[in-house]
């Protein structure tokens, strides 16, 4: 669906002639275009409302939107205003409305702040193995394993909101192939049947008939996606290539595009569909509400536009989503490589840095999109600068500060060449008080010219992130050299911290999930042996993955999984000859030939730790999402590869579900991790001091206590008395559960207590 907002602008044409260092005398064109200051839009909202030339936005037709509402908010208010309301989330809210309807939308004084919808496509594609990296193996013969069941995700949904689903592939029935286990599909592109109950779009497919003989014809990320998570591995030999949950419950939500004109690029993948993802979280979770399961759902999706601080209003909806059996997984990011992250403490000071596109140096074009956040309460001004291979300035903007609150429009025209600027200024936004400006740049001569953005400011921290262009699907990054211009002792470079994109790597609600190998090479069905050991070795993080910290300070990702030449199923309607070279298995169901294809990514790592965390919600549905991050970082593999965790590369460690479940169980009241009873406690709860069984004389043993968030507030050392009882004081913790972890002997164990 696509749509055009009308907004107030004025166009001020300049003629200047500029001198340049070279001797050559140009004269070019200088438009400045101003949007009047509408504070309660986010910038790519007023980019996409100012600037027609990007293609976001046209005239009619229902568009979406999270927006922030205040006390004034009801929902007479918004039907007669003819807005449809999708979900609540606290005080942000997903709404449906006629695009045309924009201004008026904006002008309701119940409304705080608005972000409307622009596409979003899936990110990069960039288990036995896996299964016993993760230790999944051992979770799913629990039994031979000391654990109550065989566990395989029954009883549980895993929700998979994504797109490119292949309904009748084999991976998604059980693995007798008895029964077909995806029980509903929202479709919210397809307009040719009926929304689910109390949404305003697209079309719910609840038939299984309807469901297996469908297919969304994008790509196979999600066939992939959800085969990694909860696929079972029919048609593969002896189930080689099953998921982490092969007998869950499987949910679709193919994601609705607010615009289905522009391709996959900076504006297309990197601004994400915000209101219809969670539409979908809101959908999935009450549907398994309804049937009495617990859920799980899985976001392999990001961006790179927004502060990276957990304010948006996308994290905010998240924080109102998640709870008792209601978990939210997602991809951290794949920009672990590049030095795409920008960030300077300024001091009264001006400095620069040169933006790229990094592929530019094979393209007739360059375009940039960037996105700087300053710290709250400050203000930062910006210069763009174009420069030729001689150090030349041939064309500059004037200084524009955060505090314009505009849209500013400048195209220049210099060495028969054009040069397009755009800065869109807000003083202060509404989520968190920050300063931002975002910065699109276009010109048609990458070889012969760079990009410099000069910044200036009294005292703010400036971050920034480049995407890469504006239009086409690449990535971008910062640099103080390029080529044989050489700025390395004057301009600030970029880096690969904090490059945890938006959605999947930022919010306090989600796990997020980096991704490590648990192979780096394969025989493919050509007959060759792919290896790519020379990219990282197995066992280890991949240098893709996305980097922490969070701006607001928290280590991410929570915990790292296998997401590097993941074999899964792909959409065999949507299979491309390039990956035949990635593929390591065909194999036929029902006469119909299906595909088993490498695929790397922190997309491939999320769905595997979604699978994980259904299987620890089989043990113990009651689980709520702290504590499920909990149980996950509590217990971690930890080693060489690893280093000290946390850290900003693995996390708290490489997801093992096995200690993991032993865990969940423990929460559950299931002695499942103490072997032998080798310790017990009691009063449980307590309200002063523990009493500990350590059923051996003399016994030191070393103690950590976490609460629910996984951190540390109490550690030490344990010393039983002639009767084997350690005494442990725990009057200073608040009321709340915790868990009492130890090792002895080389076994973990681990108990959950309550403090009253």
Known sequence: ?????????????????????????????????????????????????????????NTSGETHALILVNELASDSIFKANGIFVNGKFG?????????????????????????????????????????????????????????????????????????GFQGNNPTFFSANSAKYRVTKWWQQSNKNGTPPAGYSYGTELADTNAIKTSNDFDGSHGTHVAGIAAGSGLSTPNLQYRGM???????????????????????????VANPTIIDAYKYIFDYAQSVGKAAVINLSWGMHTGAHDGKSLFDQATENLVGKGKILVGANGNEGDNPMHWNYNFNKDTVSTIVIENNRGGRKRESVYTDFWGSAN?????????????????????????????????????????FKI?????????????????????????????????????????????????????????????????????????????????????????????????????????GGKINDTSYVFPGRIARFSSKGPTVDGRIKPDISAPGFDVPSAVNNKQFEPWMKDRTLLLSVFRNDT?????????????????????????????????????????????????????????????????????????????????KNNAISLYPNPSSNVLNINLNAMH???????????????????????????????????????????????????AFKFEKN
């Open 91 to 163: 005080q942000v809210w997903s709404i449906a409305f006629d695009a045309r309807l924009v201004n008026a939308v904006q002008a309701l004084p119940c409304i705080s702040y608005i972000e409307l919808a622009n596409k979003a496509t899936a990110a990069r594609y960039k288990n036995d193995v896996e299964r016993v990296a993760t230790s999944v193996d051992k979770v799913q013969a629990g039994l031979q394993n000391s654990l109550p069941l065989n566990y395989s995700g029954k009883g549980v949904v895993v929700g998979i909101v994504d797109i």
């Open 594 to 674: 299906n595909f088993w294809t490498a695929f790397s990514g922190t997309s491939m790592a999320s769905p595997h730790v979604c699978g994980i965390v259904a299987l620890l919600l089989q043990a113990n549905p009651n689980l709520n999402a702290a504590q499920m991050k909990a149980i996950l970082q509590l217990t971690a593999t930890q080693n060489s590869a690893t280093g000290a965790v946390p850290n900003n590369q693995y996390g708290y460690g490489i997801v093992n579900a096995y200690e993991a479940i032993k865990l969940a169980l423990q929460y559950a009241g299931v002695n499942a991790l103490n």
């Open 245 to 271: 949950a092969p007998e869950a419950e499987l949910v679709f939500v193919s994601i609705k595009y607010a615009n289905d004109t522009l391709g996959a690029s900076a504006l297309g993948d990197y601004v």
């Open 1 to 57: 669906m696509t749509y055009v907002v009308k907004c107030s602008r004025f166009t001020i044409f300049v003629l200047m002639i500029l001198t340049l260092r070279s001797i050559v005398l140009t004269c070019f064109l200088f438009i400045v275009t101003a949007v009047s200051a509408q504070d309660k839009l986010s910038n790519s909202t007023r980019i996409a409302m100012a600037d027609k030339d990007y293609a976001l936005i």
């Open 422 to 526: 755009t800065m869109a200024c807000q003083q202060k936004n509404a989520l968190n008080d920050k300063p931002n400006i975002t910065l699109m740049v276009d010109h048609f001569k990458p070889k012969k010219y760079i990009i410099v953005v000069k910044m200036t400011s009294l005292n703010s921290q400036v971050h920034g992130w480049n995407s890469g262009a504006v239009k086409e699907w690449t990535s971008g990054s910062f640099r103080n050299r390029v080529g044989k211009l050489n700025f390395s002792s004057t301009f600030i470079d970029g880096n690969t911290e904090s490059t945890n994109g938006e959605n999947g790597g930022t919010s306090k609600a989600v796990i997020s999930v980096g991704a490590m190998a648990a192979r780096s090479a394969f025989n493919n069905i050509l």
């Open 699 to 749: 016994t030191i043993v070393q103690y950590s206590i976490k609460n629910t968030l996984g951190q540390t507030v109490q550690e030490g050392n344990l010393q039983a008395g002639m009767n084997g009882l350690a005494s442990l004081a725990v009057s200073d913790l608040s009321t709340g559960f915790y868990v009492l972890q130890a090792a002895i002997g080389g076994e973990f164990y």
């Open 378 to 418: 400050t203000d930062f001004a910006m210069q763009i600068q174009i420069m030729d291979t001689n150090q030349n300035i041939i064309v500059q903007t004037p200084f524009i500060s955060s505090a314009s609150n505009k849209v500013n429009g400048f195209n220049f025209t210099a060495d028969t060449s054009n």
